[in-house]
Structures are given as C-alpha cells and as structure tokens.
C-alpha cells in the first residue's frame, strides 16, 4: 500500500499568541486533518526542572519537553497519516461564537476549501518549534502567530490554568514575565533582527527560513487570522500536489 501524501503544518508563537485557537478552528475547516498539540509532550510533572530562584516547576524551559517523543511522532504521522500516542489535550474544540465568529461565515470558508482532499492535513500546534531546527525542519508550512507583549501578558492571566500529565498548574503573579516571556525571548531570539522579538523576523536566519508571520492583537477578526491560515496552507498544497 502506497504511503499517505501527509502535509505537516505549524501553528506556533509565544503562550497567548492565538496559536492554538487558530489551529482548533483550522483543523474544523478541513475535514481531513488531524491536529495535535505540542503540550501533549510535556514531561511528566517530577521530571520538569525547578527553578532556583522560585522553588516551582518551569514549565515554558525546553527541557520541560520530551523533544525526542515529539520528533518520533512526527516521523511516525508523515509515514502513516496517524496519530500513534494518545494525546490528552484533543477533543476539547471550542464553541464558534466564543470567538465572535459566527456560523455562517465558518460555514463559507468550509466550503470554500474542502477541495484540498488530495492531502493527509497534519496541523501542529506548539509553542517550541522554530527554535528547534531539528523540530522545525519536519515541516512543510511554518506559520507564526505574532501579538504584542502587553496583548499576550492581558491574555495568559485571563486563563484559569493549564492540565499537565499527572495535575493542574495555575500560574503565579510573576509566571508571566519572569518564565514565560523570559523562555519565549531567549529561545526566538535568532530568528529576529536584532534578538528583537517584539521587532521583524530576520528572513535572512537559517531558522527564519519559510516562516510566514500573522500579527494580531484584541481587534483582529478571527476570522482573518483563520483566512489567512487556510489561504496559506492551500496555496501550499495547490504549488506541491
């Protein structure tokens, strides 16, 4: 039997950026897609590092991730089309009009691409992706969710918390800033002029190479964002299949 065509697609950005939203709602639009969600490679709780400082776990460090599970599930959904590990964070799709976009023009852009039926859909969302050139190569379509500082900030501590492997972690005051923000500039900082993050990409970075960059912030429609993923991930599949 002749191996499935399989695109793999990145949505990643920093925590709060929007990322996992639009890839939930990417994934409703193509009905041969499957989506999984880099947080699913956490390591177990007692194996996260400590910070020194803070005495708690630091759960946005890279080695709080399980990178070589990641890189065989990757290998292994290329190959087959499907997901071998059984992942906690799927199944949770969001209502519509939670993001003001209503049915009807969710319904349009349904319609508008369920052509691209030639291609297994693999949308990848994470927060650690193009930093890890090993990580980062896997893909076909590297799509980056960019929102200022403060936007991101105002939106993480909006959240009640996240589900790990073995509990439920809530933020404290200071997670923001001194983990979050802190691990998101030291890991993207190459692919930006001047380490810059709040600045251009630096399309000339080895790392930066292919990555198409969506801005947004409280005023932009979901459904522009959603648009322009779908957009991009069919003008790839249209150039290649």
């Keep these: 039997m002749d191996s499935p065509r399989v695109v793999l697609i990145s949505i990643s950005g ?4 929007g990322k996992t939203t ?5 994934s409703q639009v193509f009905p041969n897609s499957i989506l999984i969600h880099e947080d699913d490679f956490y390591k177990h709780d007692e194996e996260v590092p400590v910070d020194p400082k803070h005495d708690i776990r630091n759960w ?8 070589d599970l990641f890189q065989k599930e990757l290998d292994s959904i290329k190959k087959t089309g499907k997901i071998a590990n059984k992942l ?11 993001f003001k976009l209503i049915e009807k023009d969710f319904t349009t852009l349904t319609q508008k ?12 969302d994470g927060f650690m992706i ?3 050139p090993d990580i980062s190569s896997k893909f076909d379509v590297k799509l980056f969710i960019r929102a200022p500082y403060e936007v991101l900030k105002k939106r993480r501590a909006a959240r009640p918390g996240y589900q790990t492997l073995d509990s439920f972690w809530v933020d404290p005051p200071y997670y923001f800033d001194e983990f979050v923000y802190y691990s998101y500039k030291a890991s993207h900082a190459p692919l930006f002029v001047n380490g810059n993050v709040e600045g251009e990409l630096d ?9 198409k960059v969506f801005e947004n912030d409280d005023n932009t429609p979901i459904v522009d964002a959603l648009t322009w993923t779908c957009d991009e991930i069919v003008n790839f599949c249209k150039a290649n299949y």
């Design 22 to 26: 639009i890839a939930k709602l990417t």
């Design 130 to 132: 193009y930093n890890n």
């Design 113 to 124: 691409y369920q052509s691209v039926d030639s291609v297994k859909l693999v949308i990848v």
């Design 14 to 17: 920093c925590s709060s950026s």
């Design 60 to 67: 946005d460090s890279p080695e709080a991730l399980d990178f």
């Design 88 to 98: 906690i964070h799927n199944g949770n799709v969001d209502d519509l009009g939670k």
């Design 203 to 211: 399309t000339s970075a080895p790392l930066a190479k292919d990555i």
